[in-house]
């Protein structure tokens, strides 16, 4: 499932991770680390919702 920043619009996609911060393709956005936040907006986990 993809989860899409609702400050930004950017779209979390597990399949792509987020490589350009140490998140592997294939980690879930529920494994993501707690501290992880958004790389367009910089906005945190809790400002995401399912796509």
Known sequence: MKYVCQVCGYVYD???GDPDNGVAAGTEF??????????????????????
Do not use: H, Q, T, Y
């Open 14 to 16: 597990p399949a792509e």
């Open 30 to 51: 529920a494994d993501l680390p707690a501290e992880w936040v958004c790389p367009v907006c910089g906005a945190d986990k809790d400002s995401f919702s399912p796509e």
